[in-house]
């Protein structure tokens, strides 16, 4: 045996032992932090900011006006989609008309015989059309 190697060994060892203690609380850190953690999310959560906004929607206009012109619409239109979603589309031509209600009918299944279809055209002209 001779003692001063051992006393350097025995140093030695006690630095090595330290550093790899460093090391591994270092990583059971590292390894905390970045795992999930619940304690993140609050117990209550924060307050709505803009609870008390005031929203205001657009008024819509959900069903044609009133009257005679507007009957076709009312039976054959709205039963899919609002009088709105009809009057705010670009104004067509009567053929652009003719062609959209055809379409209703080929490719959205509407329910539109034959014999209402130029009464929905011509109040389809006559109130959103651009002749
Ligand atoms: C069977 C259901 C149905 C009926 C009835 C119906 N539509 Fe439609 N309509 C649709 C669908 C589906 C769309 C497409 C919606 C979308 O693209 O989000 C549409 C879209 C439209 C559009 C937007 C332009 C386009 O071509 O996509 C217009 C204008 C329109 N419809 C007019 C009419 C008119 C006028 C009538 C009555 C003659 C009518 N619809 C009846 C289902 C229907």
Request: aromatic content about 8%; hydrophobic content about 45%; proline content about 11%.
């Amino acid at each position: 045996m001779n003692p001063p190697l051992l006393r350097f060994e025995s140093a030695f060892a006690r630095v090595l032992v330290a550093a790899l203690a460093f090391g591994l609380a270092g990583m059971f850190l590292w390894a905390a932090d970045s795992a999930p953690s619940t304690a993140a999310v609050p117990e209550k959560p924060k307050a709505n900011p803009h609870r008390d906004d005031v929203w205001v929607l657009p008024v819509g206009e959900p069903v044609p006006p009133e009257g005679e012109a507007a009957e076709p619409l009312r039976r054959h239109c709205a039963l899919c989609h609002s009088f709105d979603y009809i009057a705010t589309q670009p104004r067509l031509s009567r053929t652009g008309w003719a062609a959209s209600v055809e379409k209703m009918r080929s490719k959205y299944g509407a329910p539109i015989p034959t014999n209402q279809v130029p009464a929905l055209v011509n109040y389809l002209v006559t109130n959103h059309g651009k002749e």
